[in-house]
């Protein structure tokens, strides 16, 4: 089926990413004039590519996090600035720049608490300073684009082999949300760390949050650890603390969405809460991130914006109502 727009591929198999990956699933790949998208909001039931030509239809798919977790969106990002260039019918520089300023402002709309969409944007501008020739601008963006997924896969190929150092053998970690080749167009962040240790020969156990509302420990995180060979244990978000009470938990790992100067970090909706509850446990709390992440005009975070998403997303679950109407 397609929605809005968004067309599905018949394709299912791909090697994610770049060189050196072998999920046999992509998250976000360029094909030249068009854009093909894994869409998340189908996982872990039905595996459907949607292929983009219209950057309108990626920055929706950004929007109801069809592609998500934020290098993913950077990179996804990119390639929707590149879309957007590709298809402005322009005869004048002046024209076509008031066009791709539209585009950028358009896509820029779409999340606002994930610093790599922001810094993605700033750099594609970057690209093109000073030029003004309309096909070099638009070749200029593709290789940009291209250049910040190539980086992206070799910052988080990187953290996985340097993160997984603080596994050892036989620890049981927990995590929250998604940081997966899915959330990065990489080897992932947290579970980048995790699979990695798992495939240094490390006997590890993970415990995934389920990570409501939208549930993306259970439906993504769960089917990425599956699919890699990790023994994965689903717990709910309210578990946590009865899991460590229990001595079962030796370290918890999780992403970031945006670090601030004084280290600072917003990530998904129940992170705190697993912060606080390691701390009091007397547990290891690591937070795997890109540089793309953090945010230097940032003091704090209190500065950073938080995404406000619909009430449908908590009352509802996949589209059924489980809340009473009203509330």
């Not at 872990?44 to 949607?50: F, I, M």
């Amino acid at each position: 089926m397609a929605e809005n727009g968004l067309q599905p591929s018949n394709h299912t198999r791909h090697a994610a990413g770049g060189a050196g990956l072998n999920t046999g699933y992509c998250a976000v790949q360029w094909l030249g004039d068009r854009l093909r998208i894994l869409d998340q909001t189908r996982l872990p039931a039905q595996e459907d590519y949607l292929t983009l030509t219209d950057y309108h239809d990626a920055a929706t798919a950004i929007k109801e996090l069809k592609v998500r977790g934020a290098p993913a969106i950077g990179v996804a990002a990119a390639y929707a600035v590149a879309l957007g260039a590709l298809n402005i019918k322009a005869q004048s520089y002046d024209e076509f720049s008031a066009g791709l300023k539209t585009v950028i402002k358009d896509i820029g709309a779409t999340r606002p608490t994930a610093r790599n969409l922001f810094a993605t944007l700033e750099r594609m501008e970057k690209a093109i300073a000073g030029l003004r020739e309309i096909e070099q601008i638009k070749k200029a963006l593709i290789a940009e684009a291209e250049c910040i997924q190539a980086e992206e896969i070799e910052s988080t190929r990187l953290i996985s082999e340097h993160g997984s150092a603080l596994i050892k053998d036989g620890d049981t970690i927990l995590t929250h949300c998604n940081t997966g080749p899915l959330a990065t167009t990489g080897y992932g962040t947290a579970l980048g760390v995790i699979i990695k240790a798992q495939q240094q020969g490390k006997k590890i156990n993970v415990y995934a949050d389920e990570t409501r509302p939208l549930l993306q420990g259970a439906r993504l995180t769960v089917w990425e650890l599956c699919k890699a060979g990790v023994p994965v244990t689903l717990i709910t978000d309210n578990m946590a603390g009865w899991i460590m009470k229990q001595g079962k938990i030796n370290l918890v790992i999780v992403g970031a969405d945006r670090i601030a100067r004084n280290g600072d970090s917003a990530n998904k909706i129940g992170t705190y809460s697993v912060a606080v509850l390691a701390k009091t446990h007397g547990m290891p709390f690591y937070i795997a991130a890109p540089t793309s992440t953090i945010d230097t005009s940032l003091a704090t975070g209190d500065d950073i914006v938080i995404e406000e998403r619909s009430p449908d997303e908590v009352t509802h679950i996949q589209g059924i109502r489980v809340a009473a109407a009203g509330c």
